[in-house]
DNA sequence: CAGAAATAATTCATAAATGAAATATTAAAA
DNA sequence: TTTTAATATTTCATTTATGAATTATTTCTG
């Protein structure tokens, strides 16, 4: 029975993925407004989609490990620090967080005890930020599953196609 | 001078693009790392990145309609609508917000007099939203400075370009 | 059909993220 | 060198997002 006040977008048997909605509402707009630039759209809006789900796997793993996106993503981002310390700058470009919320974040390491926090010597206006024993420990221990959680996404491309993928992607930020 | 207790991680006349720093830290990673997968790594954090970066270039070109990237989300999604009408179940999942911001969303959009809200006679648990004329008008009325928001990333690939990252990507969903 | 399970939306307490402003220090310019 | 401007970090108030629990309704199952 078709209702008069909401019926549902698509036919269910057309949900292809989880994507497939949102795609079925851009077409919509398409029709709707001229000019629309719908391979923009399209991909901006997959990116989005696709970085959600990779945060919510990723999450699912760290969650043993009371940790989540983005404070796995800050130590990583030390541990891949070429003398092992970084400050807190670095951390916010690097791992795209607003130097405030990183002032946050390395309070709650620091009182794990997984980052050491000591001002710098060289700039004493910066503050020198490297893992403890205990924070590599960490980072190691949690490797295989969050490389498993990859995999869920990312194994379905193979090496040259990621790399494509990657190379074509990167060409945006140039 | 070599500092005795922080360096930068490369020397500046290696940063290429924004993406470059946190590239290297994946690299620097991998040695560390014996089976680090570094080309699904490389590409989730570059999916991250653009992510951020096209949200915070949208940010900028709605602060003038006093919307951000969440509510100009939810705003399309409502526009691309086959019926025009929306649940806030369905809103949840086309935006990826969880069903409990979806209510906060609304409640500001109802707010401002861009959606209505009533609830369903077909199935008295739903509600059904619907853009006001107000609410499409200023849809109509932003999209010319996001389409420039969106070319400002993503003209920089091919038509062609753009379908091939488009369809690999949308595998890894399959 | 009755009871149980599932779905939809919301409320409320809490967590996470941001912007504006403050402080300290260094680098640049006059 | 003095002053000015820029950078680095943090604090605090506010906004934004989440999870747990609640209520209402519908669907499923025996």
Redesign the interface.
């Known amino acids: ?1 078709i ?8 036919p269910p048997d057309l949900h292809g ?3 497939s ?2 795609e ?6 398409r029709r ?2 001229p ?3 719908l ?6 809006r ?10 919510e796997l990723c999450n699912e793993v760290l969650k043993p490990f009371e940790l989540n996106f983005v404070t796995y ?1 800050a130590l ?2 030390m ?5 092992q ?3 807190p700058s ?1 951390l916010s ?2 791992t ?1 967080e607003k130097p405030t919320n990183v002032t946050r974040i390395c309070d709650e390491l620091l009182r794990k005890g997984l980052i050491e926090r ?1 001002p ?4 004493r206006r ?1 503050v ?1 930020l490297r893992l403890t024993a205990q924070g590599e420990r960490l980072v ?1 221990q949690y ?1 295989p599953k969050i ?1 498993e959680a ?2 869920q ?5 193979s ?1 040259a ?6 190379s ?7």
């Open positions: 029975m209702s008069d006040d909401h019926n549902p977008g698509m993925d989880s994507f909605e949102v079925h509402r851009i077409e919509v707009t709707r407004l000019g629309y630039p391979d923009h759209v399209r991909l901006a997959l990116i989005t989609h696709i970085q959600k789900l990779q945060t993503t990583m981002m541990y891949g620090s070429e003398d310390t970084s400050t670095e470009s690097a795209g000591y710098s010597t060289s700039d910066r020198v190691e490797q490389w990859m995999d996404l990312y194994s379905k491309l090496k196609e990621l790399q494509q993928v990657t074509l992607l990167r060409r945006t930020l140039a």
